[in-house]
């Protein structure tokens, strides 16, 4: 059945059935996703994308309805009463009354904040210029007249408010008592932003006039103005950001600002030279780029009406003011290591005068790597595959996993053999002195008092890899801060979600620290987007035979529920044969591979294989595949195993400083292997792959003649030339990608130069008898196109049998649907032609 969706508000009403409310076009695929949960269980909220269309959509399990809206922002506020949803593009506010099974529009709103206890709504109504707080329940509105610019405390259900008579109020929606306090001449003021206090009610506001910064101060004794600067510092050539989007209070009389350098033009250039200098940190391109960077920091002392630039030319500075409103700064690329995505970077502490910072420690430069909480004296970081913490007070160092058993870096990936940031978690607060780390397989407690780390969780013995679930913890983000802060917010019983080591199985868990995990589900399917809120967890649980579906879990009851199935009109894929295997080698080394088998499979009957292939597909085995889904990237598996080909999906396992002889072993053991198992044609196997993948297939070739086709998508075919390439994308040389990325070398060209040669396709292309089809688009520069016009030219001086297709104004993915449609359609035709003996395609002719 096909249903319109409306940009009008639907109210659906469906009669009983265990699965009600499929809100979806027939025959397109539905992503699913998991936004909503009230703490009765009663009402869920969840979003359904459809054709470029995306649908929120709201269920009362109570009384068996569904509602639907488009364009729903992701602030959304639900609870067993009632739902209130924010349109932005349609500047509309949806207000679903449960009791009443009615839907209310809000026009022109925009929404403000909710309290939940006297169901009071706050939003803004931009065609009368007003701001409303208005009773769900009675329908009775209050009315705050001509409001320019305000902001709403969350934590207090607090308006702060300038209106167009210059006059400033609060507003405690709890109590209803409103404050203001005189007018003030605004004559040529711009007010710009409001900044809040945590707690108190004092309170800034920013404002412009002319070419000054003026900072406003109100109080219950009224306002004054209490700074005054020009916009524009001569004394380092800056200019204050007037957005102020970065803005931020620290401490009581102090605010971060963001300001930015003046552009300067070189008139004294007598000709169009740029002159790369080996002698400077950086190549001039980035110097170019530094001078546009991001804004960097000043404060403005409000107390001793100062103002501290920290401002440094030419310098690519990144400042980070912690939870104790301490101001740290470095310079991104201040160790000009071009061996690294993220070059470590030299943290510096500054204080509140104008004198250079003091030294604090080298730490990972991966922003997700260093943390900062509210209730420690001190700042956690990750660093060489290691948590360490500095203590400010005493300017100390700890190594807090010190002596454990625990593996705190990502090793699944060969990446934590030589970066310095595969951190397999970050940590979270879980109590006054305590935060919870994670490492490979388990959950572990930090005394930040005694320095004690213990290890809560039992997934080692158990072979299973328990992650705490985002849905314990609440984020802060604040302005300038370092990695946001996360704090669990409900202590009695955490959800974990975990997998087995190698994906096959997967499950939620329920962790009481210090008294053990219980097993809550458990299946040989994906678990992803969980949601707990009181004694109820929502989650998607799909498998490659069933497509995403969302479920609900009584965490009393222990009972489990499926509420919507999305791609309902999918019906074929449950004859989906999909299998995960996995071994170790003859060498004992780990092997494994997805295999997609033919439709209407027999075992009596021989099938041709296409492996499709890039880095480890284990973690996607379970994954929902619709059969109308166009990927440029790769191939969608049930188009080919539908017209009788099996597709087998190869986990790479690398050994660092041979990534292209890596490949080749681990895609022939698992092909010798299957071919023990399963009826595979061994004369007809094709091979694909794009990006990494396109280099795999690129060299793979270059070393067997197994293959009977090959289609390399964006892909390297000369290590040498790709160690150095200048990013024009990245404004930076390539060599990272080499020695401490993807690659994998580990080691510079001049180190090891025997293993690049012998690692790049284009060195043994005389060797390739597989018939090859390269495609690129013509604007990558992620891998540079050039990289496939090498391969084509080396084959076609070499007679071999190759054909190249670029697609004009196309970049690393092949992204306007036409050309997707097209190229999905030239690589079914080419492995047709070449493993299924069909007729040459017209496009080949």
Excluded at 447 to 472: M, P
Aim: net charge neutral.
């Amino acid at each position: 059945m096909k249903i319109l969706f409306s940009y009008i508000v639907s109210l659906l009403v469906f009669a009983s059935c265990p699965v009600w409310g499929q809100v979806q076009t027939t025959g397109s695929f539905e992503e699913l996703g998991n936004k909503k949960l009230d703490a009765s269980g009663s009402v869920v909220g969840f979003s359904s994308f459809v054709e470029g269309r995306d649908t929120f959509i709201v269920q009362d399990l109570r009384n068996r309805q569904t509602y639907s809206f488009s364009e729903i922002a992701h602030e959304t506020i639900l609870n067993s009463r009632f739902a209130i949803l924010e349109s932005r593009p349609r500047k509309k506010c949806y207000i679903v009354n449960f009791t009443l099974k009615s839907v209310d529009t809000l026009h022109n709103t925009r929404l403000i904040g909710y309290i939940s206890e006297t169901d009071e709504l706050v939003f803004d109504d931009l065609e009368r210029k007003v701001v409303v707080v208005k009773k769900l329940k009675s329908g009775k509105e209050r009315i705050i007249q001509d409001v320019e610019l305000y902001d709403y405390r969350q934590s207090d259900n607090t308006l702060f408010f300038l209106n167009n008579q210059g006059q400033f109020g609060v507003f405690s929606i709890k109590t209803g008592r409103l404050n203001t306090v005189a007018a003030l001449d605004s004559t040529g003021l711009h007010f710009k932003k409001i900044l809040l206090p945590e707690k108190d009610l004092n309170w800034y506001l920013l404002a412009t006039h002319k070419k000054k910064l003026k900072v406003f101060k109100v109080d219950i004794e009224g306002v004054s103005e209490v700074f005054n600067r020009d916009l524009y510092d001569s004394s380092d050539n800056t200019v204050l950001d007037t957005l102020f989007y970065r803005a931020r209070l620290v401490g009581n009389d102090r605010i971060a600002l963001s300001v930015k350098p003046i552009i300067e033009t070189d008139s004294t250039a007598t000709s169009d030279a740029e002159i790369w200098y080996g002698s400077l940190k950086e190549q001039v391109p980035l110097l170019q780029y530094k001078k546009q960077a991001p804004a960097q920091l000043a404060i403005a002392d409000l107390k001793n009406n100062l103002w501290i630039s920290y401002y440094r030319k030419n310098s690519w500075m990144e400042f980070k003011i912690d939870e104790h409103d301490q101001v740290y700064g470095y310079e991104v690329f201040g160790n000009n290591d071009q061996t690294k995505l993220f070059p470590d970077i030299s943290v510096y502490k500054y204080d509140y005068a104008d004198k250079p910072g003091t030294f604090v420690g080298r730490f990972n430069g991966n922003n997700r790597s260093v943390f900062s909480f509210k209730g420690f004296s001190f700042l956690v970081y990750f660093y060489n595959n290691n948590w360490y913490y500095f203590n400010d007070k005493d300017q100390t160092r700890q190594h807090i996993n010190l002596g454990s058993s625990g593996r705190f870096y990502d090793d699944q990936s060969e990446f934590y053999k030589f970066t310095s940031d595969a951190l397999s978690g970050v940590p979270i607060v879980y109590s006054k002195n305590e935060l919870l780390f994670s490492d490979t397989h388990d959950l572990w407690i930090f005394n930040t008092v005694t320095g004690k780390l213990h290890r809560d969780t039992n997934g080692l013995e158990e072979e299973r890899r328990y992650r705490i679930d985002k849905s314990n913890y609440t984020s802060v983000t604040k302005q300038w801060s370092w990695y946001p802060v996360n704090e669990i917010k409900n202590k009695d019983g955490l959800v974990l979600k975990w997998t087995s080591d190698m994906y096959t199985t997967q499950g939620i868990s329920l962790w009481k620290p210090g008294k053990g995990t219980e097993t809550l589900l458990e299946d040989k399917a994906e678990y992803s987007n969980i949601l707990r809120n009181g004694n109820f967890i929502t989650y998607i649980k799909q498998k490659a035979s069933q497509p995403p579906a969302l479920y609900i879990f009584d965490l009393v009851k222990r009972q489990e529920k499926k509420i919507y199935q999305s791609n309902s009109w999918d019906e074929d894929v449950s004859h989906v044969m999909s299998e995960y295997f996995s071994w170790k080698n003859t060498q004992g080394e780990l092997r494994g591979a997805i295999l997609r088998f033919p439709k209407n499979y027999s075992a009596k009957q021989k099938y041709p294989a296409i492996v499709n292939i890039y880095e480890k597909k284990y973690p996607a085995q379970h994954r929902y595949i619709s059969p109308f889904v166009i990927n440029s990237t790769t191939i969608n598996f049930r188009e080919y195993t539908d017209a009788g080909y099996f597709v087998i999906e190869p986990d790479i396992f690398y050994e660092v400083g041979n990534p292209g002889k890596s490949a080749l072993k681990s895609v022939n053991d698992v092909l010798e292997e299957l071919a023990t198992r399963f009826p595979i044609d061994q004369k007809h196997i094709g091979i694909i792959g794009h990006s990494f993948g396109g280099y795999q297939t690129n060299f793979i070739i270059t070393q067997t003649d197994r293959f009977k086709a090959a289609v390399s998508s964006a892909g390297v075919s000369d290590l040498v030339n790709r160690y150095f390439v200048y990013s024009k994308e990245a404004q930076r040389p390539e060599i990272w990608r080499a020695e401490s990325q993807q690659i994998r070398m580990a080691k510079s060209f001049f180190e090891i130069p025997e293993n690049y040669i012998a690692n790049s396709p284009i060195y043994h292309a005389k060797s390739i008898v597989t018939p090859l089809l390269l495609i690129s688009g013509k604007e990558d520069y992620t891998v540079n196109w050039e990289q496939s016009m090498y391969m084509f030219n080396a084959l076609k001086r070499l007679g071999k049998d190759v054909n190249l297709i670029f697609y004009s104004g196309e970049k690393h993915e092949i992204l306007k649907t036409h050309n997707r449609l097209d190229v999905s359609r030239k690589i079914r035709s080419y492995f047709d032609y070449h493993l299924k003996n069909e007729k040459l395609p017209d496009w080949i002719k």
